[in-house]
C-alpha cells in the first residue's frame, strides 16, 4: 500500500476514469462502469474491501438516493406514457398549427421535443424539420444540425433532465436557483444555434405560411402540455412548501418529494385522459430502462460516498494547491472529456461532479459553487453535443442521410461561442456573487 501512496493522487483518478471510459466505450452499461469505479476509487486510496463495502451501503439506502432514483423512473415512465397513449403525438400535432411561420416552427419544433427527456427524442421531429426544411431548400447536413442542437437548448438547466437533478442533489444546491441561475445558456444556445442557418431562413418571405391560427388550436396544444405544467408548476410550488415545512436539516429530500408527487400526479393524469390499458401501464412499469436507470443513479452516488469517505479529494486538493493547477481548467477539462466520450450528460455529471464538488469545498471555493457547476455544464454539455456516440446526433444523421463531419461543420461556431459565454458568465458570477 505504500506504493500506492507515493503515487500522486490526481495520476490515481485519472486511472479511475480511465477504467470508467474504457468500460463504457466496450459497452458495459454506465452503472457497472461506474460501480467497478468505486471499487478502484477505494482500493487505490487505501480503502479495505469492508471500507468500500461499508460506503456502498451507506450511500445505497440514503433517502437522497432513492428519492432522487424514484424521480429520473417517474420521468421516465410519464415520457412513455405520454408516447403510449398517443399524447406525444397529439401535442406536436397541435404545435404544428400553432406557429404558422416556416422559420419560427422549423427552431421551435424540434426545441419543444426537447421539453421531454427521451432517448433518442431528435427522431420524434425530424420528418416534421425535413418538411420545414426542404421549403428553404436546406442541405441534408444543416436539416440535421436544425434537427439536434434545438432539441438540445434546454439540457443545461430544465428540471425534467436526470443531470440537473443528479447535479443539484449531489451538490446541496437548491433546484430552482439553479434552474434560474442556469436559465441563460438557453438564450445563448438558441441565439448561437441560429447563426448557422440565418441564411437560409432570410428568404421567408419567399415561403408560404402554413396556414391560420385556428382558435382552438392553443387551447388543444394546453390541453396536450397539461401534464408537463402539472409537474413543473406543482413541482415547484410543494417543493417550496416541503422546503418550509421540513427543513433541510430534518428532511433532506424535501425539493425531489415536491417532484414525486407532482409526477405521480401527472403519470395518473395521462393514464386516465389516454385510457391506457392494463397492458399497456403493465409494459411501461416493467420496462427495463426503469431498472437501469435506477441502477445508474445508485452507482452514481456510490461513487461519490466511496470518494468522499476514502479521502481521495483531500490529498488531491493539496496536490492541486502544491503544483498551482488552476481549478478553472479542471472545472472545464474534466467534463467535457468524459462528456465526448460517452455522448451523454448523466455520465460526465455522475463521474465528474463528485470530484469536482468535493475539490472545490475542499479549496475553499464553496461558496462559488453554482457558478463553477454552470462552467463545468458548459463544457461537459460541449463534450456531448460533439461525441460521435451520442444517440440523438447518429438518428438525425441517419434520418437525413449525412455524415458527421459534415454536421460538425454547422456545430462547431455555436459550440465554441457557447464555450466562451460560460466562461464569460463564469467571470461575472465571481465578480458578482
Not at 451507506?58 to 423512473?73: F, G, R
Not at 416556416?102 to 424540434?110: D, M, S, T, V
Not at 455522475?350 to 470530484?355: K, L
Request: hydrophobic share 55%.
Amino acid at each position: 500500500m505504500a506504493v500506492i501512496d507515493q503515487i500522486p493522487a490526481i495520476v490515481r483518478i485519472c486511472v479511475v476514469f480511465v477504467l470508467v471510459l474504457l468500460a463504457i466505450r466496450v459497452r458495459l452499461s454506465l452503472g457497472n462502469a461506474l460501480l467497478l469505479g468505486s471499487i478502484l476509487l477505494g482500493l487505490l486510496f487505501g480503502s479495505t474491501p469492508v471500507m468500500i463495502l461499508r460506503s456502498a451501503t451507506h450511500a445505497l439506502v440514503h433517502p437522497k438516493t432513492l428519492s432522487l432514483a424514484l424521480v429520473v423512473m417517474l420521468i421516465l415512465i410519464l415520457s412513455h406514457s405520454m408516447e403510449a397513449g398517443g399524447q406525444m403525438g397529439r401535442l406536436l400535432d397541435k404545435f404544428r398549427g400553432l406557429i404558422t411561420h416556416p422559420g419560427l416552427n422549423i427552431i421551435l419544433f424540434p426545441a419543444l421535443i426537447g421539453l421531454l427527456p427521451m432517448p433518442g427524442g431528435a427522431i420524434f421531429s425530424a420528418p416534421m424539420v425535413k418538411n420545414l426544411g426542404q421549403q428553404h431548400r436546406m442541405s441534408p447536413a444543416r436539416l440535421s444540425y436544425v434537427n439536434y442542437w434545438f432539441r438540445h437548448i434546454w439540457e443545461y438547466w430544465w428540471p425534467l433532465y436526470p443531470g440537473v437533478l443528479l447535479t443539484t442533489a449531489i451538490a446541496g444546491l437548491n433546484l430552482w436557483q439553479y434552474v434560474l441561475f442556469l436559465l441563460p445558456l438557453t438564450l445563448v444556445a438558441l441565439s448561437a444555434g441560429y447563426w448557422p442557418i440565418r441564411a437560409a431562413l432570410r428568404g421567408d418571405e419567399d415561403v408560404k405560411p402554413l396556414g391560420h391560427l385556428r382558435p382552438d388550436q392553443l387551447k388543444g396544444f394546453l390541453r396536450e402540455l397539461t401534464p408537463i405544467l402539472l409537474v413543473i408548476g406543482l413541482g415547484l410550488g410543494l417543493g417550496l412548501l416541503f422546503s418550509y415545512l421540513w427543513p433541510a436539516d430534518r428532511v433532506s429530500v424535501a425539493k425531489e418529494s415536491g417532484l414525486i408527487v407532482a409526477l405521480l400526479l401527472a403519470i395518473a393524469v395521462v393514464w386516465h385522459d389516454n385510457r391506457l390499458t392494463a397492458g399497456q401501464k403493465r409494459k411501461i412499469l416493467l420496462n427495463p430502462k426503469l431498472f437501469d436507470m435506477f441502477y445508474m443513479v445508485a452507482a452514481i452516488l456510490i461513487f461519490k460516498g466511496i470518494l468522499e469517505d476514502s479521502l481521495a479529494i483531500e490529498i488531491l486538493s493539496g496536490e492541486l494547491v502544491r503544483w498551482q493547477i488552476p481549478l478553472t481548467a479542471i472545472t472545464v477539462f474534466l467534463p467535457l472529456v468524459v462528456g465526448s466520450i460517452a455522448g451523454i450528460t448523466i455520465a460526465f455529471v455522475g463521474t465528474t461532479f463528485p470530484v469536482l464538488i468535493s475539490l472545490i469545498q475542499a479549496l475553499g471555493q464553496q461558496h462559488f459553487m453554482l457558478v463553477y457547476l454552470m462552467l463545468a455544464t458548459v463544457g461537459g454539455f460541449i463534450g456531448v453535443l460533439l461525441s460521435p456516440l451520442h444517440l440523438c446526433l447518429l438518428l438525425s444523421n441517419e434520418y437525413f442521410g449525412t455524415t458527421l463531419t459534415a454536421v460538425y461543420r454547422h456545430l462547431r461556431l455555436p459550440c465554441f461561442v457557447l464555450l466562451i459565454s460560460g466562461c464569460l458568465y463564469f467571470w461575472l458570477g465571481i465578480r458578482l456573487l
